[in-house]
């Protein structure tokens, strides 16, 4: 069992940046990767990006390349999203999620590879 726990959410004007964390407990030996999706009102969740937990690859939606950066500590067994040049399309609650199998290439944007999510965190994003 592994347990994911965000935070770091909040309201920032267009422009700004903002970085959230998950902390993730558990078995972790289990963990092969970790990602971050997003789901704005009347739509559905997307993507966001993912990191193999290794650290040795990591993958990024279009919307959020050289915006949005994925990192991780081994230490603190915590994953980092940080967000910068924030547009209000970028309002969303974000969920951190696991994969406890081996991803295969090119799976890492398909929610259905995750096993494990936390509970959101709000990002607002004002025009």
């Known amino acids: 069992q592994v347990q994911l726990v965000e935070s770091g959410g909040g309201l920032v004007q267009a422009g700004g940046s903002l970085r959230l964390s998950c902390a993730a407990s558990g078995e972790m030996f289990s963990v092969s990767a970790m990602g971050w999706f997003r789901q704005a009102p009347g739509k559905e969740r997307e993507f966001v990006t993912a990191?193999?937990?290794?650290?040795?690859?990591?993958y990024y939606a279009d919307s959020v390349r050289g915006r949005f950066t994925i990192s991780r500590d081994y230490a603190k067994n915590t994953v980092y999203l940080q967000m910068n040049s924030l547009k209000p399309e970028d309002t969303a609650v974000y969920y951190c999620a696991a994969a406890l199998r081996r991803v295969g290439s090119g799976w890492y944007s398909l929610s259905s590879q995750y096993n494990t999510w936390g509970q959101g965190t709000q990002v607002t994003v004002s025009s």
């Open positions: 990191i193999t937990w290794s650290g040795s690859s990591t």
